[in-house]
């Protein structure tokens, strides 16, 4: 199961009244092969397909794609906002390596597609 911090929630709850998102959608979760260490996260906002994984929130929901759930088990989505950056982060136990960029990530119980250069994907 993957869980989600008070803040990152609360900043979900925002998004989706910002993006006058329609009832059922959430911020969807997966896992695509690209980025620099070989498999890299996918965020957006749409509605759950046959088979995800649902999170009901208080006025929010979310989402992880079914082809994902293996590679985001028992993670944990947190929103950060510092001076560099600002936005939600997933916080992977399964990734033995993660790439500075912080958008992609290698597992060790899983071979990872040819990695790209950084910022390629």
Do not use: H
């Amino acid at each position: 199961m993957i869980s989600i911090t008070d803040k990152a929630a609360g900043e979900l709850r925002a998004l989706l009244e910002r993006k006058n998102a329609e009832p059922g959608r959430g911020l969807r979760l997966g896992v695509t092969k690209g980025g620099c260490a070989g498999w890299q996260y996918v965020m957006e906002i749409a509605a759950p397909e046959d088979g995800d994984e649902i999170v009901e929130l208080p006025g929010a929901r979310l989402i992880v794609a079914a082809d994902s759930t293996s590679k985001l088990a028992g993670c944990r989505v947190d929103y950060v906002d510092d001076l560099s950056d600002a936005g939600f982060r997933i916080e992977n136990p399964n990734a033995a390596r993660s790439c500075g960029c912080g958008t992609s990530f290698e597992t060790a119980s899983e071979p990872t597609p040819e990695p790209e250069d950084c910022g390629k994907s």
